[in-house]
């Protein structure tokens, strides 16, 4: 990565991209579908970010990996959906920068491309209602001299391999939901109605 990279983190403070590996040499970075204006996250993301959450303890004591979600939206904006889903990550804005649009998840460039390219080959959702921002994982390596690559990313359906109730769908007779509509049972933790406690 030849840019530096300055992303807010509210009371993490301001770190650029090499300072978000902390003492490990991989990052995982997850790219939050959010940006200034909209009130809550994509149920999406959150219910695959409350699995990886799960993961955390177990991540951290790895020293292997670091995690951190980063959106586009200004990091106050991003208050309401750090406390609502109880995150427990490192959470940073990018909106005063080029990452999101040069990673691919952000329309505008970058791998994007101008004509607006998402997965690398599918074109961006057009339209009055087509987003600005899609989800995506991308994995970055910082050498020993301290240069950080990026490595690997993934984007859209291909994030669904990563969704533990696919697997337990997997083992039904009917198998998982198919696509957009079959997931629509998918809310944010506090709009369920459970019978018991809520997790």
Same mark, same amino acid.
């Given at each position: 990565?030849?840019?530096?990279?300055? +992303?807010?983190?509210?009371?993490?403070?301001?770190?650029?991209?090499?300072?978000?590996?902390?003492?490990?040499?991989? !990052?995982?970075?997850?790219?939050?579908?959010?940006?200034?204006?909209?009130?809550?996250?994509?149920?999406?993301?959150?219910?695959?970010?409350?699995? +990886? @959450?799960?993961?955390?303890?177990?991540? @951290?004591?790895?020293?292997?990996?670091?995690?951190?979600?980063?959106?586009?939206?200004?990091? *106050?904006? !991003?208050?309401?959906?750090?406390?609502?889903?109880?995150?427990?990550?490192?959470?940073?804005?990018?909106?005063?920068? %080029?990452? #999101? *649009?040069?990673?691919?998840?952000?329309?505008?460039?970058?791998?994007?491309?101008?004509?607006?390219?998402?997965?690398?080959?599918?074109?961006? #959702? %057009?339209?009055?209602?087509?987003?600005?921002?899609?989800?995506?994982?991308?994995? +970055?390596?910082?050498?020993?001299?301290?240069?950080?690559?990026?490595?690997?990313?993934?984007?859209?359906?291909?994030?669904?391999?990563? &969704?533990?109730?696919?697997?337990?769908?997997?083992?039904?007779?009917?198998?998982? #939901?198919?696509?957009?509509?079959?997931?629509?049972?998918?809310?944010?933790?506090?709009?369920? *109605?459970? #019978?018991?406690? &809520?997790?």
């Amino acid at each position: 990565m030849d840019k530096d990279y300055v +992303f807010e983190g509210g009371p993490l403070g301001h770190k650029s991209l090499g300072e978000l590996f902390g003492k490990a040499d991989t !990052l995982f970075v997850y790219h939050l579908m959010y940006s200034t204006g909209k009130e809550r996250a994509c149920p999406r993301c959150t219910s695959l970010l409350d699995q +990886f @959450q799960s993961l955390k303890l177990h991540v @951290q004591a790895s020293g292997l990996m670091t995690f951190a979600i980063i959106a586009k939206g200004e990091y *106050e904006s !991003l208050i309401p959906a750090i406390e609502s889903n109880n995150w427990i990550w490192d959470v940073y804005s990018a909106s005063g920068n %080029s990452f #999101p *649009e040069d990673v691919g998840v952000t329309k505008g460039g970058g791998l994007a491309g101008a004509e607006g390219m998402y997965d690398y080959v599918k074109p961006w #959702p %057009s339209g009055a209602d087509g987003p600005d921002n899609l989800p995506g994982i991308s994995i +970055f390596k910082r050498d020993a001299h301290g240069q950080v690559y990026h490595t690997y990313s993934v984007f859209g359906t291909a994030l669904l391999e990563l &969704v533990q109730y696919n697997f337990m769908f997997d083992l039904t007779p009917d198998g998982r #939901p198919a696509g957009a509509p079959e997931l629509s049972f998918l809310k944010h933790k506090d709009a369920y *109605e459970y #019978p018991g406690e &809520v997790y």
